[in-house]
Each structure stands twice: as C-alpha cells, then as structure tokens.
C-alpha cells in the first residue's frame, strides 16, 4: 500500500513539472522566436516581403544609420496577371514598399526590387543569396517581423553559401507583443506560422511552396 502512494505521489508529482514546463515553454514561445544580430557594416538591406509598413520602415531607419547604402525589396507573388486581364490594375506589395522608403527619406535610385518572384521565405534566402552572388557582395542586412526573426536565421544557414553572411533584424514597429502573443488572433497565429516552419525547417523542408501566381 505504502509503494502504490509513494508511486502515485512521485506520478503526481512528475505530472505537476511537465505542466510547470509546458506553461513556461508555451509562455515563452514569443520571446524565444525573436532573435536577431547586432548591427553592423554590410553591402545591402533586404526588406522581406509582408508586415507593410513597419519592414521597410526599419529598413529606411538602418539606411539613414549608415549600416548600408542600397536597399533591396523581394517580390511576392500576386494575380497581377489575371486581374490585368479583367481591366483590373493591381499595385504589388513590393510598390508600397517602394513607396514607404522614398516617404522614410531614402533615394529612389538606392531602391532595387528583385526580378524574382517569391511565394515563401526559402525562395526569398535563394533570390536574395543568388542576387548577392551575381553582384559580388557578402554581407546583407535582412529586415523581417520580430517573430520571424528565428525561422530566417535558420533558414539562411541552410540554404545560403557559407560565403554569404547575414544580419538579421526586427522591425521594431512591428505591433508583435512577444510577452503576452497568445492574447490576439494576429501574434498567435503569427507564433503558431513560426512554429510550424520552423518544424518544416527541422525536417529537411519536406513541406514545398505552392505554385507562383502570376
């Protein structure tokens, strides 16, 4: 009798820890995705699709700074090319973009949109990483949303040439709340999108890109 409670209570006990943990991990998640290099000297500033405006605003804000003298924007897929042929002129992502840095300041002749088009994070390392190769450059400088910030590092150490280097920063506009991301539909979908891509990062990537629209 005495061995059965002694082995029900270090159960009990076992279970409380695991719950203890899980509470803390889950609670944790947020500020465990943000994670970013310090700043310093590169060829480029790279403004990652998405979270318009705050991205190419941090981006504006680096260039000012000096950490680099031209800024490049990726390119998502879109349905330009079945909006245009129903009459329907569409304004890309990459446009606003555009805009946001000449309204932060930065000249329009130091702005570049990659000719690639995008539909996912490792297609953006691979245009980005392929870009830098073509153009003899080392160092970039990679503007996402804070809770991106992990996946992108991860990513760029498996895809991009061990040549290439990155510095990977948050936009810091962002509204992310990394202590409390379970609160709004935003942040936790957010953590949960990081979550699984970084699992899929884990794994080899066996989860592809869906095909480009046009």
């Known amino acids: 009798m005495a061995r059965r409670t002694a082995?029900?209570?270090?159960?009990?006990?076992?279970?409380?820890?695991?719950?203890?943990?899980?509470?803390?991990?889950?609670?944790?998640?947020?500020?465990?995705?943000?994670?970013e290099d310090a700043l310093r000297p590169a060829?480029?500033?790279?403004?990652?699709?998405?979270?318009?405006?705050?991205?190419?605003?941090?981006?504006?804000?680096?260039?000012?700074?000096?950490?680099?003298?031209?800024?490049?924007?990726?390119?998502?897929?879109?349905?330009?090319?079945?909006?245009?042929?129903?009459?329907?002129?569409?304004?890309?992502?990459?446009?606003?973009?555009?805009?946001?840095?000449?309204?932060?300041g930065v000249p329009d002749s130091k702005i570049e949109v990659l000719p690639?088009?995008?539909?996912?994070?490792?297609?953006?390392?691979?245009?980005?990483?392929g870009e830098m190769r073509h153009d003899n450059l080392t160092t970039a400088i990679i503007v996402t949303s804070p809770p991106h910030t992990r996946r992108v590092r991860l990513l760029w150490q498996d895809l991009a040439p061990r040549s290439l280097h990155v510095v990977v920063r948050a936009a810091y506009?962002?509204?992310?709340?990394?202590?409390?991301w379970w609160r709004n539909t935003r942040d936790a979908l957010a953590v949960t999108r990081e979550m699984l891509g970084l699992l899929n990062a884990w794994t080899g990537l066996p989860v592809r890109p869906h095909a480009a629209a046009q």
């Open 7 to 35: 082995f029900r209570t270090a159960t009990a006990g076992i279970i409380v820890v695991l719950l203890v943990l899980a509470i803390w991990a889950f609670r944790g998640a947020g500020r465990w995705l943000v994670r």
């Open 43 to 104: 060829d480029v500033i790279v403004v990652l699709s998405g979270s318009m405006p705050e991205r190419a605003e941090e981006a504006g804000r680096i260039f000012h700074l000096g950490y680099a003298h031209k800024i490049w924007i990726t390119r998502p897929a879109s349905p330009s090319q079945a909006l245009a042929a129903m009459g329907i002129q569409f304004v890309s992502e990459d446009d606003y973009d555009r805009e946001v840095l000449i309204h932060e």
């Open 116 to 129: 690639g088009t995008i539909v996912d994070t490792e297609q953006e390392i691979d245009e980005i990483a």
């Open 173 to 180: 506009e962002d509204p992310f709340d990394a202590n409390h």
